[in-house]
T-cell receptor
Framework: RKEVEQDPGPFNVPEGATVAFNCTYS??????FFWYRQDCRKEPKLLMS???SGNEDGRFTAQLNRASQYISLLIRDSKLSDSATYLC?????????????FGTGTKLQVIP | DGGITQSPKYLFRKEGQNVTLSCEQN?????MYWYRQDPGQGLRLIYY???????QKGDIAEGYSVSREKKESFPLTVTSAQKNPTAFYLC????????????FGPGTRLLVL
C-alpha cells in the first residue's frame, strides 16, 4: 500500500458545483497534513493546513479523519480558476527524522 | 521581496556530466528541501536539511549530492550516476521542520541531451 494515495482524476465539474477529494495515508502516526495546489508546470503552493478539528477558508474546507486515516478537501461554488492539481502532504517522524510524503495529486477541471 | 529562487529555469545535461542546480532563500528559514517531480507523479524527496552543515537523504538520494554551507543556500548536484535525471526539480524551505508549511521555488527543468 502506498504511504499516501489520491485519486488522480481528472474530476471534470461545471462552474458552481461542489467537489470533494480524499487522500488516504497508511501511517497512523502521521502528525501533520496539508493541501497544496499546483498549476500546470508551476510550483506547488499551500492551499491550507489540515487540523484535527477541521478548518475552513472561504469556499474551501479541509477535514482530517484519523480513525479512517484520510484527509479531505471540499470546494464549494467551483470557479474556473480552481482548475489545478491538488496535492495532499502527510508528515510523520521516522527514526528521529521527519518524513514528508506528497500524494500524486488529483486533477480538477472546472468547465464553463 | 522574500522568497525562494532557483536557477536556471531550464538546464540541459550531456551524458556523463554533473550539473548543479541552485536554490537560494531569503526567508530566514532553517529547513530546506529538494524534490523531484516526474510527469503525472507526485513530488519525491531527494534530500533535506534542517540546519547548516547537516542534511539527510530522502527517498531517492542515489545519484544526487547536496551541501548546506550557508543558511540561505542549498545547491543540488545531479551526478552522472543518476541514470534518469530528466525531471522537474523543486526546492522548498520551511521555518524549522517539514511539519510546517513549505514554500517552493519556481523549479528547474533538467533535460538530458
Amino acid at each position: 500500500r502506498k504511504e499516501v494515495e489520491q485519486d488522480p482524476g481528472p474530476f471534470n465539474v461545471p462552474e458552481g458545483a461542489t467537489v470533494a477529494f480524499n487522500c488516504t495515508y497508511s501511517n497512523s502516526a502521521s502528525q501533520s497534513f496539508f493541501w497544496y495546489r499546483q498549476d500546470c508546470r508551476k510550483e506547488p503552493k499551500l492551499l491550507m493546513s489540515v487540523y484535527s478539528s477541521g478548518n475552513e477558508d472561504g469556499r474551501f474546507t479541509a477535514q482530517l479523519n484519523r480513525a479512517s486515516q484520510y484527509i479531505s478537501l471540499l470546494i464549494r461554488d467551483s470557479k474556473l480558476s480552481d482548475s489545478a492539481t491538488y496535492l495532499c502532504v502527510v508528515n510523520f517522524n521516522s527514526g528521529g527524522y521527519q518524513k514528508v510524503t506528497f500524494g500524486t495529486g488529483t486533477k480538477l477541471q472546472v468547465i464553463p | 521581496d522574500g522568497g525562494i529562487t532557483q536557477s536556471p529555469k531550464y538546464l540541459f545535461r550531456k551524458e556523463g556530466q554533473n550539473v548543479t542546480l541552485s536554490c537560494e532563500q531569503n526567508l530566514n528559514h532553517d529547513a530546506m528541501y529538494w524534490y523531484r517531480q516526474d510527469p503525472g507523479q507526485g513530488l519525491r524527496l531527494i534530500y533535506y536539511s534542517q540546519i547548516v552543515n547537516d542534511f539527510q537523504k530522502g527517498d531517492i538520494a542515489e545519484g544526487y549530492s547536496v551541501s548546506r554551507e550557508k543558511k540561505e543556500s542549498f545547491p543540488l548536484t545531479v551526478t552522472s550516476a543518476q541514470k534518469n535525471p530528466t525531471a522537474f526539480y523543486l526546492c522548498a524551505s520551511s521555518i524549522r521542520t517539514s511539519y510546517e508549511t513549505q514554500y517552493f521555488g519556481p523549479g528547474t527543468r533538467l533535460l538530458v541531451l
